[in-house]
């Protein structure tokens, strides 16, 4: 199961083939043309041993440093650990898992089990085997409630005993067996059924991470993510291990020499936080070997010399959400709450209409971001719905939808059908150059329509406290924007489900539920009816508008044109949407 992630307000990391760029974007001429200046990996050239890498990571907000892929859930931590990060199976270009990873996957429909097995000599920086009950471990993590992951969701219940274990009733999960013993290198999960899916990456239904075991096992589910095993000594068995952490700032790396691969070619990899201002001067300076461009910044970097620019359209988005319920921890469900303010669809809809989405991003990004119009990424081929429209500029329309529900002025603002005044709390994201204005903006368009809007505290909110007010329903909040870096199978469950605790709208429907349920189904493994079913989610998605799409951008990365090995296609991101450290080095 690859994961979500949470996005900051500069930029993303997701496997996407920059092949698919020109038929993603419906409102920007430029596109196709802007991608094709780009390359989608550097020059293949031999590399030669030694050196080192140093990493820019753009961020405003010092790393939380949760190094486990069981806890974790923004993009930040998931950058930084990057190197020594490696998922249990690689994929090709399409998504879809092969042999040639750490693991292989076996399903058997008749059985309706899937059967995981390690490759021999896939070891933990410390030289120990990766083993069956490392895979069975990390299920555990996340399954268990006194660790409160967020990774927990409905679609894991898929495995025979895991709601019984979630829920405190069983000590173990009884659908994973250990065939060899716990030592052995074989899993076998026992489901209700298999879903099409599941050959694919990203599934939701499987994970696809490892924890140490024997690392971890005297630490209390509770402690786990506050442990010095997680924040100052994490262990993983990709190709480099952690040598030194300077809190919140900087990770080194070297190599992992018990890695199943052979010996990385670099000496050392370093991560390094920078602020988002500070970027486009760390690229023109030649600071960093590797810098992730923001893209209102770009026309001060484009003519830096030295540097290749590499890039992709990642699988990702950012949206507008209303806040229509709460997260039930007890129930392990969202409930929505009928009366909550913005439960209000033609309120909901207005606001969408008089979002001037793709103008104010070609002002101020170049044409770098722009406005999407579903849910569902261009890149998801046949099951984006190329017919979607979204919800485009129009005051009109916008005004309409609120006299036709009631919302009437009284002096300056709209007041709600009931009589009383209405203010609505915007939860914005800092962390970005053009994110004030850019919210300003929005407001300003709101305002015109009558709707008084107001950031939450009055100014937008760092990204740490920012998720925590999400993810712990904050009453302040009505509505807010955030964005996500999907998981590369297009199953929704994951995002929008009742059971998952991320979908933080907390809107839940059964309409929804039902067209979750069919896009997975049985009936699902025929693809004309899943792309069906994918084709009437987003039309309803957009109809209800708990969540809108906003843009997506160019994720372009500058790098040093001395390195060699660095690559956007899938097939070279099989480290959970990271680039192949094992590969990255200097050219000879």
Not at 24 to 51: C, I, L, M, Y
Not at 184 to 206: Q, S
């Amino acid at each position: 199961m690859k994961k979500i992630k949470f996005l900051s307000s500069v930029g993303v990391v997701t496997a996407a083939a920059l092949t698919l760029v020109a038929c993603g974007k419906s409102n920007n001429s430029n596109d196709a043309k802007t991608a094709s200046r780009f390359p989608v990996e550097t020059p293949a050239k031999a590399v030669k041993q030694g050196g080192t890498i140093k990493v820019a990571e753009e961020t405003d907000t010092p790393f939380t440093g949760v190094f486990s892929e069981e806890l974790q859930m923004d993009q930040t931590d998931a950058d930084i650990y990057s190197p020594g990060q490696e998922g249990l199976f690689y994929v090709d270009n399409n998504y879809k898992i092969n042999d040639k990873g750490p693991a292989t996957l076996r399903l058997n429909h008749k059985t309706k089990t899937a059967t995981i097995t390690i490759k021999k000599g896939v070891k933990w920086s410390d030289g120990k085997q990766v083993t069956a009950k490392d895979i069975e471990y990390a299920y555990e993590i996340i399954a268990n409630k006194a660790t409160q992951s967020q990774r927990y969701t409905r679609q894991l219940n898929i495995i025979k005993g895991m709601a019984a274990y979630h829920a405190g009733k069983a000590k173990t999960i009884s659908g994973i067996e250990m065939p060899d013993g716990e030592d052995g290198r074989t899993v076998v999960i026992h489901c209700a059924e298999l879903k099409p899916g599941m050959l694919y990456t990203g599934n939701g239904y499987l994970w696809e991470a490892a924890a140490p075991y024997h690392y971890l096992k005297n630490v209390p589910f509770k402690k786990i993510e506050s442990s010095d095993q997680i924040r100052k000594n994490p262990m993983f068995f990709g190709p480099y291990k952690v040598q030194k952490i300077v809190r919140g700032q900087s990770v080194t790396w070297v190599p992992n020499k018990y890695y199943w691969r052979g010996k990385p070619k670099l000496d050392r990899v370093i991560y390094q936080v920078v602020s988002t201002n500070s970027a486009s001067q760390a690229i023109k300076s030649h600071k960093f070997d590797i810098a992730r461009v923001v893209n209102n910044q770009w026309k001060q970097v484009k003519d830096t010399k030295g540097v290749n620019f590499i890039a992709k359209i990642p699988l990702s988005y950012y949206y507008l959400a209303f806040k229509v319920g709460k997260w039930d921890a007890k129930k392990a469900k969202n409930v929505m709450n009928p009366k909550a303010k913005m439960n209000n669809k033609s309120l909901r809809q207005a606001m969408a209409y008089a979002m001037n989405t793709d103008a104010v991003y070609k002002h101020y990004t170049d044409g770098l971001s722009f406005q999407v119009p579903t849910l569902i990424p261009a890149q998801f081929g046949d099951y984006f719905d190329k017919s979607a429209k979204g919800y485009t500029y129009n005051l009109k329309k916008a005004n309409q939808l609120l006299d036709q529900a009631n919302y009437k002025k009284k002096g300056k603002w709209r007041v709600q059908p009931n009589g009383k005044p209405l203010t609505i709390h915007l939860l914005a994201m800092s962390g970005n150059p053009i994110q004030e204005p850019v919210m300003q903006n929005y407001i300003q368009q709101w305002n015109k329509i009558g709707l008084n809007v107001k950031l939450v505290g009055g100014r937008l909110t760092e990204f740490n406290s920012f998720y925590d007010k999400i993810q712990h329903d904050d009453p302040s909040i009505d509505i807010f924007i955030a964005g996500w870096g999907l998981p590369d199978e297009p199953s929704q469950q994951q995002m929008y489900g009742e059971g998952t605790m991320s979908n933080y709208s907390r809107f839940v429907t059964p309409e929804n539920n039902k067209l979750l349920d069919e896009m997975d189904s049985q009936k699902a493994f025929n693809h004309k009816y899943r792309v069906q079913k994918f084709h009437e989610w987003q039309k309803y998605m957009n109809e209800e508008a708990y969540v809108v799409p906003t843009y997506n951008s160019y994720q372009i990365d500058a790098v040093n044109d001395k390195i060699t090995g660095f690559s956007d296609k899938p097939s070279d991101n099989y480290h959970y949407d990271h680039h192949d450290w094992f590969k990255i080095g200097y050219a000879k």
